[in-house]
Nanobody, 123 residues
């Protein structure tokens, strides 16, 4: 089992920045690819970014490419999402997820999920 706890969400004005954190506990963190998804009411969970284990290759959704950066610190068992130039359409609950696959942009491939942290971007 892997337990994931997100933090760092909040209210920010458009154009601002936030950094989300996801602390993991349980199994060996460095053996899991990590990802961020986001969800708004009535919509399917949307892929945001993922980072592999091993060589830390990253993959981003087109909607966040160039604005968001995913990173991980295996010594701290933590994955981060640095979000810049935020837009109102980035408003969502952001969820952290873990998978033993190399990486994936599909939420169904992820085995473990956090509870989420709310990000609200005002215009």
């Amino acid at each position: 089992q892997v337990q994931l706890v997100e933090s760092g969400g909040g209210l920010v004005q458009a154009g601002g920045s936030l950094r989300l954190s996801c602390a993991a506990s349980g199994r060996t963190f460095s053996n899991y690819a990590m990802a961020w998804f986001r969800q708004t009411p009535g919509k399917e969970r949307q892929f945001v970014a993922t980072i592999t284990f091993g060589d830390n290759t990253t993959l981003y959704a087109d909607s966040v490419k160039g604005r968001f950066t995913i990173s991980r610190d295996n010594a701290k068992n933590t994955v981060y999402l640095q979000m810049s130039t935020l837009k109102p359409e980035d408003t969502a609950v952001y969820l952290c997820a873990a998978t033993r696959r190399l990486y994936s942009a599909h939420y169904s491939d992820y085995d473990y999920w956090g509870q989420g942290t709310q990000v609200t971007v005002s215009s």
